[in-house]
């Protein structure tokens, strides 16, 4: 058993939100839990039974502070990390050893420092029986849970044709810098056997020369957001803007200075410091003596 070492991190709404009220929120888990459960014993698959617990969810989130665009955030990093733990674990996982696999991934989601308050830590273990009461294995919900491969936030990586490399319930295929043992103080650790690395690790495989690792999914705002300055770039003459790149103005100043090098060639020069242009009136005056100073007759025949 073994988590991506690419985990993303928990929202600042969330871990504000469980702070101020630890009960809330587990007890909004345990309702989304039973909306869930509710949905998957009226013959839904596990893909509307999760809608179904994001819709109890979100209105409680919302009263608790947390945004709507926070708790979606939320809801994918859950997914991505949960489903990662999911993805390598044994195929005959129970409630209990699913329960232990959400208890550590959202420990390895907080801050280094920062603890999960124990109600909600319980409240995961609950959910890990739940999805077993309702018929859920570890690897199907892998596969509802995390990113499609290759998208952005995916724990593992993904060979030339976007597949993943990793089989499920096989973390010896995973390479060794993709993948992370359970904390040693986890539930994870509780329970032993196959949900820890055998001693001596396992004999991982290598990375293969055409796989990719996905970016992770901190990024995936930041990409976004380089869209609208790559637009406003592109209008303005310039080459793109590279958030990432810490230079978040070049491209603009390239822009700027390309549109004053083609006015230069043009015939324009710069005004000389300290020239301020006169008032709007006087210069249509200018223009109006200069009107009554040509020749009506001009160009008549």
């Known amino acids: 058993m073994m988590f991506p070492m690419q985990m993303p991190e928990m ?17 909004a888990l345990g309702q989304g839990m039973e909306a869930f459960q509710g949905a998957m014993s009226d013959g839904g698959d596990m893909g509307a039974a999760f809608e179904a617990m994001g819709d109890v969810m979100g209105p409680v989130m919302e009263g608790m502070g947390v945004s709507p665009e926070a708790f979606d955030a939320a809801g994918d990093a859950f997914g991505a990390a949960i489903g990662g733990g999911m993805h390598m674990a044994p195929a005959d996982c129970g409630g209990p050893e699913m329960g232990a696999i959400m208890q550590d991934a959202v420990d390895m989601m907080m801050p280094e420092g920062t603890d999960v308050p124990a109600p909600v830590h319980d409240a995961l273990g609950d959910m890990g029986q739940a999805f077993a009461d309702a018929g859920c294995a570890p690897h199907d919900m892998a596969g509802e849970m995390m990113p499609p491969p290759g998208d952005a936030g995916f724990p593992f990586p993904c060979d030339a044709a976007g597949d993943c490399i990793v089989p499920p319930g096989d973390p010896a295929a995973a390479p060794a810098d993709c993948v992370q043992a359970p904390p040693m103080d986890g539930a994870c650790a509780d329970m032993g056997g196959a949900m820890m690395p055998p001693e001596g690790g396992y004999d991982h495989a290598p990375m ?8 992770p999914m901190d990024n995936i705002i930041l990409q976004s ?7 406003l770039s592109d209008a303005l003459g310039g080459p793109a803007v590279d958030p990432a790149a810490g230079d978040m103005g070049g491209g603009v100043d390239a822009a700027i200075g390309a549109a004053l090098d083609s006015a230069m060639e043009q015939g324009g020069a710069p005004a000389p410091d300290g020239a301020t242009a006169g008032p709007a009136e006087d210069m249509g005056a200018e223009s109006a003596d200069e009107a009554q100073e040509v020749d009506p007759s001009a160009g008549m025949g």
Do not use: K, N, Y
């Open 11 to 27: 929202p600042q709404e969330i871990m504000d939100a469980v702070a101020a009220d630890p009960g809330a929120f587990a007890t």
């Open 208 to 215: 293969p020369m055409d796989a990719v690792m996905p970016p």
């Open 225 to 231: 957001d380089a869209g609208g300055l790559d637009a």
